[in-house]
DNA sequence: TCGCTTGTTGATCATCTGATCACCAGAAAC
DNA sequence: GTTTCTGGTGATCAGATGATCAACAAGCGA
């Protein structure tokens, strides 16, 4: 029992920051940005009152919350492997959706990210415009430079994205039953894909 | 100028209930199930009092949007038009996929769709048990009874369908641009999909 | 043990929100 | 024009919610 304290009990700052920033990251995946702050203090185990000493208010919290759940989603190593011709494209397909999924596989990240976005939340939209214009676009031209395939434009790409994506909204979102591991299906997707835009054999 | 009348304006209770319904399917679907009845009164151009002469509750109005909502969005033709084997196997996927994106891509449904799932609303759940067990489990049956293709699982049937929905998600969840003319998209997708499953030609 | 610092609390305020009700007024019947 | 029916309104209530603040007490240093 780590973050059950006792009433009353005096934690350090940076601590307690954390505990309540944690709290409300699990609390609004769950419940929306409209949850109240009553329910995410008395969740967290503190009063209500308390929050206000390290968040001036609930809309910069909601902020913190955005802030550690988006930032760092998107690893700077993806683009050097993406690129690393060294190894075969399939490979590099498959290991950056595992990595993806790995990443954004989470019921907090799944969530929040669905809830801003319904929001209408401008971090959404840089989210998805960076992983468009950066890694998709990326995954676009290795594919084309790799000999076997056809050149597949954005829209395969996003299509190929939403197949994956899909996967962990149905999981975390809709909450239905998804395989436990998703690799396996993972590497299918990318593989029917990769398949479905092969050139033909000719010559 | 349909909907909007001068104050006090007398309608009969249907056509009142009718725009009262109508309204609130738009409120919801933007500014998801947490809106108030004021602004949606306001937005109206009705009174909030007059909101409980047609609905007993708030619950009572959401659970109406739904069922406008959700109400008859599966065609029960489509089980019969994807069986239909006198027709091409690939003609029978693209056009039950253009006809399903017709279908969902609206505002309105994408959007109330995915706040009730996060809500954790049951509708959603029994909504796409149906989608899963009915159609993308008849689709993949046909797809395996028609002979050039490797049977796909319910996964790959799903990576499709995800591949396909994420369309409007990009759309009307996150606003993304994404192009006006859907069907050419779709098609592609359904094609690139056979094409990743088709059995080598050996034999 | 005492005193000080400051993390924590309970009470409280103003506002928002769902819901109710007495009363008003549009329009059809005569 | 008058009456009658009922759709519509403004006022209001109770509870919820974000935010504030004086007072309390945990824990450290002297």
Same mark, same amino acid.
């Given at each position: 029992?780590?973050?059950?304290?006792? +009433?009353?009990?005096?934690?350090? +700052?940076?601590? %307690?920051?954390?505990? &309540?920033?944690?709290?409300?990251?699990?609390?609004?995946?769950?419940?929306?940005? @409209?949850?109240?702050?009553?329910?995410?203090?008395?969740? #967290?185990? &503190?009063?209500?009152?308390? /929050?206000?000493?390290?968040?001036?208010?609930?809309?910069?919290?909601?902020?913190?919350?955005?802030?550690?759940?988006? /930032?760092?989603?998107?690893? +700077?190593?993806?683009?050097?492997? #993406?690129?690393?011709?060294? %190894?075969?494209?399939?490979?590099?397909?498959?290991?950056? $959706? %595992?990595? $993806?999924?790995?990443? #954004?596989?989470? $019921?907090?990240?799944?969530? #929040?990210?669905?809830?801003?976005? /319904?929001?209408?939340?401008?971090?959404?939209? *840089?989210?998805?415009?960076?992983?468009?214009?950066?890694?998709?676009?990326?995954?676009?031209?290795? !594919?084309?430079?790799?000999?076997?395939?056809?050149? +597949?434009?954005?829209?395969?790409?996003?299509?190929?994205?939403?197949? !994956?994506?899909?996967? @962990? !909204? *149905? *999981?975390? &979102? $809709?909450?239905?039953?998804?395989p436990d591991d998703v690799s396996p299906v993972?590497?299918?997707?990318?593989?029917?894909?990769?398949? @479905? !835009? *092969?050139?033909?054999?000719?010559?």
């Open positions: 029992m780590d973050g059950v304290v006792r +009433p009353g009990r005096r934690l350090e +700052p940076q601590a %307690r920051r954390d505990q &309540i920033l944690a709290g409300a990251v699990a609390y609004f995946a769950e419940v929306g940005l @409209g949850g109240t702050t009553r329910d995410l203090a008395q969740r #967290i185990g &503190i009063t209500q009152a308390l /929050l206000y000493r390290y968040f001036a208010s609930k809309a910069e919290l909601v902020e913190a919350v955005f802030e550690r759940v988006f /930032l760092d989603r998107l690893s +700077p190593h993806w683009n050097a492997e #993406i690129a690393d011709r060294s %190894r075969p494209l399939e490979e590099r397909l498959r290991h950056f $959706y %595992r990595q $993806y999924a790995a990443a #954004i596989f989470t $019921y907090e990240w799944m969530r #929040i990210f669905m809830w801003a976005g /319904l929001a209408g939340e401008a971090l959404n939209q *840089r989210y998805l415009s960076r992983v468009g214009d950066s890694l998709l676009a990326q995954l676009r031209d290795e !594919i084309a430079a790799a000999g076997p395939y056809g050149a +597949p434009d954005m829209e395969a790409m996003w299509a190929l994205h939403g197949s !994956i994506v899909y996967l @962990g !909204i *149905r *999981r975390f &979102i $809709y909450q239905l039953p998804t993972i590497d299918e997707s990318v593989d029917r894909f990769l398949a @479905g !835009i *092969r050139r033909p054999q000719a010559g």
